[in-house]
T-cell receptor
């Protein structure tokens, strides 16, 4: 499994754009990049997945450079309710090898 | 109704007791997972099952066992609970949907305390 490295924590003010970068230098050809969000005492929630270039949905955008060795989760105009732990995971979409959740990035949004 | 349910939601037990945590899902997914979460350590995979006849150990299976009674049900047992099994336990499912098998759906969690 490709190992991921992401910052342990980040702080941001409300209304700002937040970018969380994840490194995955050993990503395999058939691996996808998946991000989850977890609020305290709740299970993680899938927010976005991509293979290359850019993916956008109603929650976030995911930017993946051509070499795919890193990715950036972008949260536009964060609010207090975006305070959570964000996990970056890498694995094949076939799911034959389960994803490995690391420690994630703890995002704190400040008023 | 929630798609993935876990029972009990909270449990306090004593060292040496046998305890079972249950998970049920209505999503029709083939794949189910059990994780534990300790403060500051992220989620660690205990066991996973790709279908009713398939059971696989995760990274921390020692001290745990599982049973996949049906497609919709996946139970986790602690045969003889010990204090360092105190944690928050999550069940999850995945199917070949929009996010592929990497899109997992989690239950609300069971908070287990072993005294």
């Amino acid at each position: 499994l490709a190992k991921t490295t992401q910052p342990i924590s980040m702080d941001s003010y409300e209304g700002q754009e937040v970018n969380i970068t994840c490194s995955h230098n050993n990503i395999a050809t058939n691996d996808y990049i998946t991000w989850y969000q977890q609020f305290p005492s709740q299970g993680p929630r899938f927010i976005i997945q991509g293979y290359k270039t850019k993916v956008t949905n109603e929650v976030a955008s995911l930017f993946i450079p051509a070499d795919r060795k890193s990715s950036t989760l972008s949260l536009p105009r964060v609010s207090l309710s975006d305070t959570a732990v964000y996990y970056c995971l890498v694995g094949a979409n076939s799911g034959n090898t389960p994803l490995v959740f690391g420690k994630g990035t703890r995002l704190s949004v400040i008023a | 109704d929630a798609d993935v349910t876990q029972t009990p939601r909270n449990r306090i037990t004593k060292t040496g007791k046998r305890i079972m945590l249950e998970c049920s899902q209505t999503k029709g997914h083939d794949r189910m997972y059990w994780y534990r979460q300790d403060p500051g350590l992220g989620l660690r995979l205990i066991y996973y099952s790709f279908d009713v006849k398939d059971i696989n150990k995760g990274e921390i299976s020692d001290g745990y066992s599982v049973s996949r009674q049906a497609q919709a049900k996946f139970s986790l047992s602690l045969e003889s609970a010990i204090p360092n099994q105190t944690a928050l336990y999550f069940c999850a499912t995945s199917g070949n949907g929009g996010g592929g098998y990497n899109e997992q759906f989690f239950g609300p969690g069971t908070r287990l305390t072993v005294l």
